[in-house]
């Protein structure tokens, strides 16, 4: 019941492309869904982050889409750039603490 | 200045050893964290400190014990490395456990120590 699930393990998109990647989850007590983006050699930073009231939140190029009936989640990211290349982790919070998926490897071809 | 800071960087040692990885913040924070993270980049929580109180213990072996002199340093010692203790060690801090409805339970990560057991 705290498990993250999150898809797919790696995701090639071209540049200018949108990338999704999607988390689910099963316990209703997690009230708080980050988004991680860890370059490599690099500690996990955190990128956006939502609340399960609000269904979407908007930073830029990245989009966090909450569907709270269906205990899922996904990050956008739209108009990709190589820079993006990264692996990102969905988390959810709870019993103090952060509970993360096993994470997507992006790759953006320019 | 570096948020969340680690030492060492990289740290390879034979089996048997003990060793420690060291932790500090300069956030001001109350709570502290460490993440084992594998081959596979699965990022697992290891242990959480509040104020200097332990308040998660994720069924880590013994072997591993952290210590938290005050709330802005969070040590691991390692006694006995094995093989499958080789991974990244990541430490993190935030201002609260958990989600605390305010969005002041934002966690942010060292960089990292890479242990290599040989």
């Known amino acids: 019941q705290q498990q993250v699930k999150q898809s797919p393990q790696s995701l090639i998109v071209q540049k200018g492309g949108i990338s999704i990647i999607n988390c689910a989850y099963e316990n209703t007590a997690f009230d708080y869904f980050p988004w991680y983006q860890q370059f490599p050699g690099k500690g996990p930073a955190l990128l956006i982050a939502i609340r399960p009231d609000v269904s979407e939140k908007k930073e830029g190029r990245f989009t966090i889409s909450f569907n709270k009936s269906a205990k899922q989640f996904s990050l956008h990211i739209m108009d990709s750039q190589p820079g993006d290349s990264a692996t990102y982790f969905c988390?959810?919070?709870?019993?103090?603490?952060?509970?993360f998926g096993a994470g997507t490897r992006l790759a953006v071809h320019p | 200045d570096t948020a969340v800071s680690q030492t060492p960087k990289y740290l390879v040692t034979q089996m048997g050893n003990d060793k420690s990885i060291k932790c500090e913040q300069n956030l001001g924070h109350d709570t502290m964290y460490w993440y084992k993270q594998d081959s596979k980049k699965f990022l697992k929580i290891m242990f959480s400190y509040n104020n200097k109180e332990l308040i998660i213990n994720e069924t880590v072996p013994n072997r591993f014990s952290p210590k938290s002199p005050d709330k802005a340093h969070l040590n691991l010692h390692i006694n006995s490395l094995e093989l499958g203790d080789s991974a990244v060690y990541f430490c993190a801090s935030s201002q609260v456990p958990g989600s605390g409805g305010t969005g002041t339970d934002t966690q942010y990560f060292g960089p990292g120590t890479r242990l290599t057991v040989l």
């Open positions: 988390a959810a919070s709870g019993y103090n603490k952060l509970i």
